[in-house]
């Protein structure tokens, strides 16, 4: 069964400081991954994904995501932070093979400090 | 491009009584999903359609829950009777077709909330 963890539950930074947000998945074969965003009241917003080739992947809005296979991790990354980037993030998997839908993780909810 | 379109956008109803959400995806996606989030969890799936098939709703419950997606576009799901913990926001999305088409594009969502 495919699964995803997102250790996380509240972050907050600080404007114009870095941002890295944990991502594990358990999937029996070649993953396809997804990191999405949610505005309050709002339905979610892909970011990114990666289904193969180079590991590092950009994104919308400045964001990067980088695939590490050894690790089961799909980290997502900002290197400047914006008050607008306060937002929930969900890490999601699926894949070829088995349910096509994707399986999320319970998100990481971001705070910005001005 | 419309992106998915769900209405209403909220509903409150008491408990015991019937509600339905419609959705109306991307033109052109044969899959779509319905998603069920509940306050501070990520989105559960609870069935989804290729074309007007459901091929995965091991997720419904079926004793109150029901969907239907007939001629393959749009799609309509009910609760009867609602019961306080289906309380959440229901979300529906669709993606194209093809294998590497498991990107979802959402719709807004469906606040109910039940009392």
């Known amino acids: 069964a495919q699964s995803v963890t997102q250790p996380d539950i509240h972050i907050t930074v600080s404007e114009g400081a870095s941002l890295e947000l944990r991502c594990n998945y358990s999937?029996?074969?070649?993953?396809?991954l997804f990191w999405y965003v949610q505005s309050p009241g709002q339905g979610l917003q892909l970011l990114l994904k990666y289904f193969s080739g180079d590991t590092l992947v950009q994104g919308i809005k400045g964001f990067e995501a980088e695939f590490k296979r050894s690790q089961s991790s799909f980290n997502l990354r900002k290197p400047s932070v914006h008050w607008s980037d306060a937002a929930e993030y969900f890490c999601a998997v699926g894949g070829l093979t088995g349910r096509r839908a994707l399986t999320f993780g319970s998100g990481t909810r971001l705070q910005v400090q001005p | 491009e419309a992106g998915v379109v769900q209405s209403p956008r909220y509903k409150i109803i008491e408990k015991k009584q019937p509600v339905a959400f419609w959705c109306n995806p991307i033109s052109g996606h044969n899959t779509l999903y319905w998603y069920l989030q509940n306050l501070g969890q990520g989105p559960e799936l609870l069935i989804r359609y290729e074309n007007e098939e459901a091929v995965d709703d091991s997720q419904l419950p079926k004793d109150r829950f029901s969907a239907e997606r007939l001629k393959g576009v749009d799609s309509t799901l009910k609760i009867q009777p609602a019961e306080l913990g289906d309380s959440a926001v229901y979300l529906c999305?669709?993606?194209?077709?093809?294998?590497?088409?498991?990107?979802?594009?959402f719709g807004q969502g469906t606040r109910l909330t039940v009392v």
């Open positions: 999305a669709s993606s194209g077709t093809g294998q590497r088409n498991t990107e979802a594009f």
């Open positions: 999937y029996g074969a070649t993953p396809y």
